[in-house]
Protein backbone atom coordinates (compact mmCIF):
# COMPACT_ATOMS: atom_id res chain seq x y z
CA UNK A 1 0.00 0.00 0.00
CA UNK A 2 2.86 2.49 0.88
CA UNK A 3 4.73 1.68 -1.82
CA UNK A 4 1.87 2.75 -4.56
CA UNK A 5 1.46 5.95 -2.68
CA UNK A 6 5.19 6.37 -3.25
CA UNK A 7 4.89 5.70 -6.48
CA UNK A 8 1.78 7.81 -6.91
CA UNK A 9 3.34 10.51 -5.72
CA UNK A 10 6.32 10.40 -7.55
CA UNK A 11 4.36 9.96 -10.78
CA UNK A 12 2.15 13.15 -9.95
CA UNK A 13 5.46 14.95 -9.49
CA UNK A 14 6.60 13.45 -12.76
CA UNK A 15 3.63 14.79 -14.71
CA UNK A 16 3.45 18.29 -12.57
CA UNK A 17 7.08 18.74 -14.15
CA UNK A 18 6.37 17.44 -17.35
CA UNK A 19 3.27 19.25 -17.99
CA UNK A 20 4.53 22.83 -16.41
CA UNK A 21 7.38 23.26 -19.00
CA UNK A 22 5.04 25.52 -21.06
CA UNK A 23 7.60 25.96 -23.79
CA UNK A 24 5.58 27.85 -26.95
CA UNK A 25 7.38 27.30 -29.79
CA UNK A 26 6.13 26.88 -33.37
CA UNK A 27 6.55 24.94 -36.58
CA UNK A 28 8.17 26.45 -39.34
CA UNK A 29 6.11 27.41 -42.42
CA UNK A 30 8.07 26.01 -45.37
CA UNK A 31 7.44 24.64 -48.56
CA UNK A 32 6.87 21.79 -50.81
CA UNK A 33 5.82 20.42 -53.90
CA UNK A 34 3.89 17.17 -54.28
CA UNK A 35 2.65 17.07 -57.84
CA UNK A 36 3.81 14.90 -60.52
CA UNK A 37 7.61 15.77 -62.18
CA UNK A 38 9.46 18.40 -60.96
CA UNK A 39 8.07 21.87 -59.76
CA UNK A 40 7.85 24.66 -62.60
CA UNK A 41 9.84 27.78 -62.72
CA UNK A 42 6.59 29.35 -63.93
CA UNK A 43 4.30 30.66 -60.82
CA UNK A 44 1.55 28.21 -59.84
CA UNK A 45 -1.68 29.30 -60.57
CA UNK A 46 -3.71 30.54 -57.52
CA UNK A 47 -7.15 30.52 -59.46
CA UNK A 48 -10.08 29.63 -57.43
CA UNK A 49 -12.62 27.36 -60.00
CA UNK A 50 -16.37 25.96 -59.29
CA UNK A 51 -16.52 22.22 -59.45
CA UNK A 52 -19.31 19.59 -59.99
CA UNK A 53 -19.13 16.32 -58.81
CA UNK A 54 -20.70 14.15 -62.00
CA UNK A 55 -21.45 10.54 -62.45
CA UNK A 56 -22.07 8.73 -65.66
CA UNK A 57 -24.32 5.91 -67.00
CA UNK A 58 -20.98 3.66 -67.82
CA UNK A 59 -19.72 4.45 -64.08
CA UNK A 60 -23.51 2.92 -62.52
CA UNK A 61 -22.92 0.19 -65.30
CA UNK A 62 -19.84 -0.81 -63.96
CA UNK A 63 -20.59 -0.81 -60.52
CA UNK A 64 -23.27 -2.77 -60.89
CA UNK A 65 -21.60 -5.51 -62.59
CA UNK A 66 -19.54 -5.73 -59.96
CA UNK A 67 -21.34 -5.73 -57.34
CA UNK A 68 -23.16 -8.67 -59.37
CA UNK A 69 -20.17 -10.96 -59.71
CA UNK A 70 -19.30 -10.52 -55.81
CA UNK A 71 -18.78 -13.82 -54.16
CA UNK A 72 -20.27 -14.20 -50.90
CA UNK A 73 -18.94 -16.33 -47.94
CA UNK A 74 -21.19 -17.37 -44.96
CA UNK A 75 -20.22 -15.95 -41.32
CA UNK A 76 -19.37 -18.32 -38.17
CA UNK A 77 -23.03 -18.86 -36.30
CA UNK A 78 -23.54 -16.36 -33.87
CA UNK A 79 -20.52 -14.45 -34.93
CA UNK A 80 -22.38 -11.15 -35.00
CA UNK A 81 -19.51 -8.60 -35.68
CA UNK A 82 -16.70 -10.37 -34.08
CA UNK A 83 -15.48 -11.16 -36.93
CA UNK A 84 -15.49 -8.08 -38.82
CA UNK A 85 -18.64 -7.38 -41.28
CA UNK A 86 -21.06 -10.02 -41.20
CA UNK A 87 -21.79 -11.36 -44.52
CA UNK A 88 -25.49 -11.72 -43.45
CA UNK A 89 -26.04 -8.32 -43.15
CA UNK A 90 -23.47 -7.81 -46.17
CA UNK A 91 -25.96 -9.17 -48.31
CA UNK A 92 -28.60 -6.81 -47.04
CA UNK A 93 -26.71 -3.81 -47.65
CA UNK A 94 -25.65 -4.93 -51.32
CA UNK A 95 -28.80 -5.45 -52.43
CA UNK A 96 -29.98 -2.28 -51.54
CA UNK A 97 -26.85 -0.79 -53.13
CA UNK A 98 -27.80 -2.65 -56.55
CA UNK A 99 -31.22 -2.56 -56.94
CA UNK A 100 -32.67 0.67 -54.41
CA UNK A 101 -29.31 3.52 -54.29
CA UNK A 102 -29.98 5.97 -56.62
CA UNK A 103 -25.91 7.60 -56.97
CA UNK A 104 -27.73 10.16 -59.26
CA UNK A 105 -29.70 11.43 -56.71
CA UNK A 106 -27.14 11.77 -54.06
CA UNK A 107 -24.84 13.39 -56.19
CA UNK A 108 -27.57 16.42 -56.41
CA UNK A 109 -27.19 16.17 -52.76
CA UNK A 110 -24.02 16.30 -52.93
CA UNK A 111 -24.00 19.51 -55.58
CA UNK A 112 -26.19 20.98 -53.32
CA UNK A 113 -23.01 22.88 -51.72
CA UNK A 114 -20.86 24.84 -53.61
CA UNK A 115 -17.51 22.90 -54.55
CA UNK A 116 -14.55 24.14 -55.83
CA UNK A 117 -11.15 23.73 -56.91
CA UNK A 118 -7.40 25.77 -56.56
CA UNK A 119 -3.96 23.99 -57.07
CA UNK A 120 -1.88 24.23 -53.94
CA UNK A 121 1.91 22.77 -53.75
CA UNK A 122 1.06 21.22 -57.19
CA UNK A 123 -1.99 19.46 -56.13
CA UNK A 124 -5.71 20.25 -56.86
CA UNK A 125 -7.00 20.69 -53.90
CA UNK A 126 -11.22 19.85 -53.89
CA UNK A 127 -13.16 22.01 -50.85
CA UNK A 128 -16.89 23.06 -50.32
CA UNK A 129 -17.82 26.87 -49.38
CA UNK A 130 -20.65 27.23 -47.67
CA UNK A 131 -21.73 31.18 -46.40
CA UNK A 132 -24.32 31.98 -44.46
CA UNK A 133 -28.55 32.56 -46.19
CA UNK A 134 -28.86 35.20 -44.12
CA UNK A 135 -26.74 36.76 -41.01
CA UNK A 136 -28.50 39.31 -38.55
CA UNK A 137 -28.06 42.89 -39.78
CA UNK A 138 -24.14 44.27 -38.71
CA UNK A 139 -23.06 41.02 -38.10
CA UNK A 140 -20.04 38.83 -40.19
CA UNK A 141 -20.12 35.20 -40.63
CA UNK A 142 -17.03 33.59 -38.59
CA UNK A 143 -14.90 31.49 -41.00
CA UNK A 144 -14.69 28.27 -40.13
CA UNK A 145 -11.94 25.32 -41.25
CA UNK A 146 -13.89 21.60 -40.73
CA UNK A 147 -11.21 18.90 -41.40
CA UNK A 148 -12.32 15.31 -41.83
CA UNK A 149 -10.58 11.53 -41.64
CA UNK A 150 -10.22 8.58 -42.43
CA UNK A 151 -12.38 6.29 -43.35
CA UNK A 152 -14.86 9.84 -43.92
CA UNK A 153 -15.08 12.42 -46.38
CA UNK A 154 -16.31 16.27 -46.18
CA UNK A 155 -19.96 14.38 -46.69
CA UNK A 156 -19.66 13.87 -43.06
CA UNK A 157 -20.18 17.56 -42.43
CA UNK A 158 -23.14 18.00 -44.58
CA UNK A 159 -25.56 17.83 -41.89
CA UNK A 160 -23.91 19.56 -39.26
CA UNK A 161 -23.21 22.98 -42.22
CA UNK A 162 -26.84 24.00 -41.45
CA UNK A 163 -26.75 24.57 -37.82
CA UNK A 164 -23.69 26.11 -38.10
CA UNK A 165 -24.57 28.61 -41.56
CA UNK A 166 -27.96 29.36 -40.51
CA UNK A 167 -28.29 28.49 -36.49
CA UNK A 168 -31.76 30.07 -36.28
CA UNK A 169 -33.56 28.36 -38.98
CA UNK A 170 -32.42 25.12 -36.85
CA UNK A 171 -33.69 25.73 -33.34
CA UNK A 172 -30.27 27.26 -32.05
CA UNK A 173 -28.68 30.80 -31.02
CA UNK A 174 -27.38 32.63 -34.21
CA UNK A 175 -25.03 34.58 -31.86
CA UNK A 176 -22.35 33.20 -33.72
CA UNK A 177 -23.38 32.30 -37.46
CA UNK A 178 -20.60 30.34 -39.38
CA UNK A 179 -19.03 30.46 -42.88
CA UNK A 180 -17.86 26.80 -43.47
CA UNK A 181 -14.84 25.25 -45.67
CA UNK A 182 -15.02 21.82 -45.71
CA UNK A 183 -11.87 20.73 -47.93
CA UNK A 184 -10.74 17.01 -49.06
CA UNK A 185 -7.57 15.49 -48.03
CA UNK A 186 -4.85 15.76 -50.32
CA UNK A 187 -5.58 11.87 -51.78
CA UNK A 188 -9.31 11.58 -50.30
CA UNK A 189 -11.76 12.08 -52.71
CA UNK A 190 -12.06 14.53 -55.41
CA UNK A 191 -8.62 16.46 -53.82
CA UNK A 192 -5.77 15.14 -56.18
CA UNK A 193 -3.39 12.55 -54.30
CA UNK A 194 0.45 12.95 -53.41
CA UNK A 195 3.45 11.95 -56.39
CA UNK A 196 5.59 11.94 -54.08
CA UNK A 197 6.33 9.91 -50.42
CA UNK A 198 6.60 11.81 -47.06
CA UNK A 199 2.77 14.15 -47.82
CA UNK A 200 1.81 14.21 -43.81
CA UNK A 201 -0.73 16.10 -41.75
CA UNK A 202 1.86 18.96 -41.47
CA UNK A 203 1.99 19.02 -45.28
CA UNK A 204 -1.80 18.88 -45.25
CA UNK A 205 -2.00 21.55 -42.32
CA UNK A 206 0.32 23.87 -44.36
CA UNK A 207 -1.91 23.52 -47.97
CA UNK A 208 -4.87 24.26 -45.86
CA UNK A 209 -3.60 27.70 -44.42
CA UNK A 210 -2.84 28.56 -47.85
CA UNK A 211 -6.24 27.47 -48.96
CA UNK A 212 -7.94 29.57 -45.59
CA UNK A 213 -5.04 32.96 -46.94
CA UNK A 214 -6.32 32.44 -50.54
CA UNK A 215 -9.93 33.14 -49.67
CA UNK A 216 -9.05 36.32 -47.65
CA UNK A 217 -9.27 34.86 -44.15
CA UNK A 218 -6.65 36.27 -41.86
CA UNK A 219 -7.96 34.88 -39.00
CA UNK A 220 -10.13 31.74 -38.51
CA UNK A 221 -11.59 28.41 -36.47
CA UNK A 222 -10.96 25.30 -37.03
CA UNK A 223 -12.56 22.08 -36.23
CA UNK A 224 -11.55 18.19 -36.78
CA UNK A 225 -11.50 14.80 -35.43
CA UNK A 226 -9.79 11.68 -36.54
CA UNK A 227 -6.89 13.21 -39.09
CA UNK A 228 -8.35 16.19 -39.09
CA UNK A 229 -7.66 16.48 -35.30
CA UNK A 230 -4.26 16.18 -36.22
CA UNK A 231 -4.16 18.19 -38.96
CA UNK A 232 -6.13 20.92 -37.41
CA UNK A 233 -3.65 20.85 -34.12
CA UNK A 234 -0.84 21.28 -36.97
CA UNK A 235 -2.38 24.07 -38.40
CA UNK A 236 -2.52 26.09 -35.31
CA UNK A 237 1.13 25.21 -34.26
CA UNK A 238 2.34 26.37 -37.67
CA UNK A 239 0.23 29.33 -37.50
CA UNK A 240 -0.83 29.97 -33.95
CA UNK A 241 -1.33 33.91 -34.68
CA UNK A 242 -3.80 33.33 -37.76
CA UNK A 243 -6.24 30.90 -35.47
CA UNK A 244 -8.89 32.51 -33.63
CA UNK A 245 -9.16 28.47 -31.91
CA UNK A 246 -9.02 25.20 -32.36
CA UNK A 247 -11.95 22.85 -31.27
CA UNK A 248 -11.55 18.84 -31.71
CA UNK A 249 -13.57 15.65 -30.75
CA UNK A 250 -10.44 13.30 -30.85
CA UNK A 251 -7.22 14.58 -29.49
CA UNK A 252 -3.69 12.48 -29.73
CA UNK A 253 -1.20 12.67 -26.77
CA UNK A 254 1.58 10.26 -27.59
CA UNK A 255 3.88 11.77 -25.23
CA UNK A 256 1.64 12.53 -22.13
CA UNK A 257 2.63 11.00 -18.78
CA UNK A 258 -1.09 11.33 -17.88
CA UNK A 259 -1.68 8.59 -20.52
CA UNK A 260 -0.06 6.37 -17.93
CA UNK A 261 -1.76 6.74 -15.27
CA UNK A 262 -4.33 4.25 -15.44
CA UNK A 263 -2.48 1.67 -15.05
CA UNK A 264 -2.01 2.70 -11.06
CA UNK A 265 -5.84 1.54 -10.74
CA UNK A 266 -9.15 2.62 -10.04
CA UNK A 267 -8.11 3.70 -6.79
CA UNK A 268 -5.71 6.43 -7.27
CA UNK A 269 -8.36 8.02 -9.72
CA UNK A 270 -9.60 10.57 -8.21
CA UNK A 271 -6.13 11.51 -6.14
CA UNK A 272 -5.09 12.29 -9.67
CA UNK A 273 -7.33 14.29 -10.57
CA UNK A 274 -10.01 11.47 -12.68
CA UNK A 275 -13.27 12.33 -11.92
CA UNK A 276 -16.67 10.04 -11.85
CA UNK A 277 -17.04 9.75 -15.63
CA UNK A 278 -13.52 9.66 -16.44
CA UNK A 279 -13.56 6.83 -14.41
CA UNK A 280 -16.61 5.22 -16.07
CA UNK A 281 -14.98 5.64 -19.61
CA UNK A 282 -11.60 4.54 -18.71
CA UNK A 283 -12.22 1.61 -16.45
CA UNK A 284 -11.96 -1.76 -16.27
CA UNK A 285 -8.58 -0.55 -17.91
CA UNK A 286 -7.69 -3.81 -19.53
CA UNK A 287 -11.53 -3.76 -21.55
CA UNK A 288 -12.39 -0.34 -21.79
CA UNK A 289 -8.32 0.29 -23.44
CA UNK A 290 -6.21 -2.22 -23.82
CA UNK A 291 -8.80 -4.61 -25.38
CA UNK A 292 -10.26 -2.20 -27.12
CA UNK A 293 -7.12 -0.77 -28.76
CA UNK A 294 -6.27 -3.97 -30.05
CA UNK A 295 -9.60 -5.09 -31.49
CA UNK A 296 -9.95 -2.04 -33.34
CA UNK A 297 -6.29 -1.03 -34.57
CA UNK A 298 -5.46 -3.89 -37.02
CA UNK A 299 -6.29 -1.86 -39.88
CA UNK A 300 -4.10 0.50 -38.28
CA UNK A 301 -0.86 -1.67 -38.87
CA UNK A 302 -1.57 -2.87 -42.42
CA UNK A 303 -2.01 0.61 -43.66
CA UNK A 304 0.84 1.96 -42.05
CA UNK A 305 3.11 -0.61 -43.28
CA UNK A 306 1.64 -1.81 -46.91
CA UNK A 307 -1.50 -0.01 -47.50
CA UNK A 308 -1.00 -0.40 -51.46
CA UNK A 309 -1.49 -4.03 -50.87
CA UNK A 310 -4.76 -3.98 -49.56
CA UNK A 311 -5.42 -1.01 -51.32
CA UNK A 312 -5.48 -3.15 -54.86
CA UNK A 313 -7.88 -5.55 -53.53
CA UNK A 314 -10.53 -2.49 -52.25
CA UNK A 315 -10.07 -0.73 -55.36
CA UNK A 316 -10.94 -3.35 -57.46
CA UNK A 317 -13.90 -4.43 -55.56
CA UNK A 318 -16.90 -2.19 -54.16
CA UNK A 319 -18.42 -4.87 -51.66
CA UNK A 320 -15.10 -5.66 -50.27
CA UNK A 321 -14.77 -1.60 -49.89
CA UNK A 322 -17.81 -1.17 -48.48
CA UNK A 323 -17.65 -3.90 -46.11
CA UNK A 324 -13.51 -2.65 -45.02
CA UNK A 325 -15.16 1.35 -44.49
CA UNK A 326 -18.49 0.47 -42.96
CA UNK A 327 -17.34 -2.11 -40.31
CA UNK A 328 -15.37 1.18 -38.71
CA UNK A 329 -19.08 2.86 -38.76
CA UNK A 330 -19.91 0.31 -36.40
CA UNK A 331 -17.80 -0.23 -34.01
CA UNK A 332 -16.20 2.91 -33.51
CA UNK A 333 -19.93 4.23 -33.45
CA UNK A 334 -20.49 2.48 -31.13
CA UNK A 335 -18.04 -0.85 -29.64
CA UNK A 336 -20.86 -2.74 -28.45
CA UNK A 337 -22.72 -2.45 -31.37
CA UNK A 338 -20.48 -5.96 -32.56
CA UNK A 339 -22.35 -7.70 -30.49
CA UNK A 340 -25.27 -7.13 -33.31
CA UNK A 341 -25.76 -9.17 -36.39
CA UNK A 342 -26.27 -5.75 -38.38
CA UNK A 343 -23.49 -4.00 -36.27
CA UNK A 344 -26.06 -1.23 -35.70
CA UNK A 345 -25.32 0.61 -38.46
CA UNK A 346 -28.53 1.90 -39.06
CA UNK A 347 -29.18 2.94 -35.70
CA UNK A 348 -27.34 6.06 -36.25
CA UNK A 349 -27.07 6.19 -39.71
CA UNK A 350 -29.08 6.13 -43.30
CA UNK A 351 -27.59 3.15 -45.98
CA UNK A 352 -27.96 6.37 -48.39
CA UNK A 353 -25.56 8.29 -46.65
CA UNK A 354 -23.57 5.37 -45.80
CA UNK A 355 -23.29 4.25 -49.57
CA UNK A 356 -22.55 8.04 -50.56
CA UNK A 357 -19.60 7.72 -48.40
CA UNK A 358 -18.26 4.84 -50.03
CA UNK A 359 -19.14 6.11 -53.29
CA UNK A 360 -17.00 8.94 -53.16
CA UNK A 361 -14.17 6.53 -52.28
CA UNK A 362 -14.77 4.31 -54.98
CA UNK A 363 -15.86 6.87 -58.01
CA UNK A 364 -12.37 8.90 -57.24
CA UNK A 365 -10.57 5.63 -56.63
CA UNK A 366 -9.05 7.23 -53.85
CA UNK A 367 -8.59 4.38 -50.94
CA UNK A 368 -5.25 3.28 -51.54
CA UNK A 369 -4.02 6.73 -51.70
CA UNK A 370 -6.11 7.46 -48.30
CA UNK A 371 -4.24 4.47 -47.00
CA UNK A 372 -1.48 5.74 -47.87
CA UNK A 373 -1.52 8.44 -44.96
CA UNK A 374 -0.67 6.07 -42.46
CA UNK A 375 2.46 4.80 -43.99
CA UNK A 376 3.55 8.54 -44.55
CA UNK A 377 2.26 10.02 -41.14
CA UNK A 378 2.99 6.72 -38.53
CA UNK A 379 5.36 4.27 -40.72
CA UNK A 380 9.06 5.53 -39.19
CA UNK A 381 7.28 5.03 -35.37
CA UNK A 382 5.35 7.29 -32.93
CA UNK A 383 7.03 9.94 -31.25
CA UNK A 384 9.64 10.55 -34.60
CA UNK A 385 8.14 13.92 -35.23
CA UNK A 386 8.97 17.23 -34.07
CA UNK A 387 5.66 18.38 -33.95
CA UNK A 388 4.13 15.25 -31.84
CA UNK A 389 6.51 16.40 -28.71
CA UNK A 390 4.84 20.49 -28.45
CA UNK A 391 2.22 22.01 -27.40
CA UNK A 392 -0.53 24.33 -28.68
CA UNK A 393 -1.07 27.90 -27.64
CA UNK A 394 -4.19 28.64 -29.03
CA UNK A 395 -7.85 29.08 -27.52
CA UNK A 396 -9.36 25.29 -27.89
CA UNK A 397 -11.94 23.11 -27.03
CA UNK A 398 -12.87 19.46 -26.73
CA UNK A 399 -15.52 17.44 -27.16
CA UNK A 400 -15.49 13.61 -25.65
CA UNK A 401 -18.02 11.92 -27.29
CA UNK A 402 -18.81 8.85 -24.66
CA UNK A 403 -18.44 6.32 -27.01
CA UNK A 404 -15.34 7.38 -28.51
CA UNK A 405 -12.25 5.06 -29.17
CA UNK A 406 -10.38 6.39 -26.28
CA UNK A 407 -11.26 8.69 -23.78
CA UNK A 408 -8.96 11.87 -23.03
CA UNK A 409 -9.41 13.27 -19.42
CA UNK A 410 -9.48 16.92 -19.53
CA UNK A 411 -6.13 16.70 -17.38
CA UNK A 412 -4.40 15.26 -20.64
CA UNK A 413 -5.98 16.98 -22.77
CA UNK A 414 -4.55 20.41 -21.09
CA UNK A 415 -1.68 18.49 -21.07
CA UNK A 416 -0.95 18.93 -24.68
CA UNK A 417 -3.17 22.24 -24.89
CA UNK A 418 -2.44 24.01 -22.30
CA UNK A 419 -5.11 26.92 -23.31
CA UNK A 420 -8.00 24.74 -23.45
CA UNK A 421 -11.10 26.94 -22.11
CA UNK A 422 -13.99 24.35 -23.11
CA UNK A 423 -14.37 20.36 -22.25
CA UNK A 424 -17.51 19.13 -22.33
CA UNK A 425 -19.24 15.49 -21.66
CA UNK A 426 -21.18 14.76 -24.50
CA UNK A 427 -24.52 13.16 -24.01
CA UNK A 428 -23.80 10.40 -26.14
CA UNK A 429 -22.02 9.45 -29.84
CA UNK A 430 -18.59 8.00 -30.87
CA UNK A 431 -15.94 8.41 -33.44
CA UNK A 432 -17.81 10.08 -36.27
CA UNK A 433 -19.50 13.24 -33.87
CA UNK A 434 -20.28 15.17 -36.95
CA UNK A 435 -21.78 12.67 -38.71
CA UNK A 436 -23.47 10.79 -36.27
CA UNK A 437 -24.80 13.47 -34.03
CA UNK A 438 -24.52 17.34 -35.84
CA UNK A 439 -26.86 18.71 -33.35
CA UNK A 440 -24.67 17.86 -30.33
CA UNK A 441 -21.43 19.04 -32.02
CA UNK A 442 -22.81 22.48 -33.25
CA UNK A 443 -23.54 23.24 -30.22
CA UNK A 444 -20.66 22.73 -28.93
CA UNK A 445 -18.52 24.48 -30.92
CA UNK A 446 -20.79 27.35 -30.44
CA UNK A 447 -20.38 27.36 -26.69
CA UNK A 448 -16.69 26.97 -27.26
CA UNK A 449 -16.53 30.15 -29.61
CA UNK A 450 -18.67 32.48 -27.16
CA UNK A 451 -16.20 31.48 -24.88
CA UNK A 452 -12.75 31.97 -27.16
CA UNK A 453 -14.20 35.50 -28.29
CA UNK A 454 -14.05 36.38 -24.51
CA UNK A 455 -10.14 35.58 -24.54
Given at each position: ?14 I?W???K????T?P????W ?7 S??E????HP??V ?11 Q?I ?7 P?E?S?F ?7 Y?K??V??W?N??D???Q??I??K?P??K ?5 L?I ?5 K ?7 R??K?L??V ?6 F ?8 LLT?PK?H?L???H ?5 C ?6 G???AS ?12 IF ?8 F?K ?10 L?CT??A???P ?6 H????F??N????L ?5 RR?G ?5 N ?18 M?ESG??H???T???T?G ?5 S???L ?5 E??S??T??E????ED ?7 T?D?LL????IY ?9 Q?F ?13 HE ?5 V?T ?8 L ?8 K ?6 I??S ?12 E ?6 DIH??V????LQ
Amino acid sequence: MWLELLLASVLGFVIYWFVSKDKEETLPLEDGWWGPGTKSSAREDESIHPFKVETSDEEIKDLHQRIDGFRITPPLEGSCFHYGFNSNYLKKVVSYWRNEFDWKKQVEILNKYPHFKTKIEGLDIHFIHVKPPQLPSGRTPKPLLMVHGWPGSFFEFYKIIPLLTDPKTHGLSDEHVFEVICPSIPGYGFSEASSKKGFNTVATARIFYKLMSRLGFQKFYIQGGDWGSLICTNIAQLVPNHVKGLHLNVAFIPNSLYTLTPLLGRRFGELLGYNERDMKLLYPFKEKIFYNIMRESGYLHIQATKPDTIGCALNDSPVGLAAYILEKFSTWTNSEYRNLEDGGLERKFTLDDLLTNIMIYWTTRTIISSQRFYKENMGQGIMVHRHEGMKVFVPTGYAAFPCELLHAPEKWVKGKYPKLISYSYMERGGHFAAFEEPKLLAQDIHKFVSLAELQ
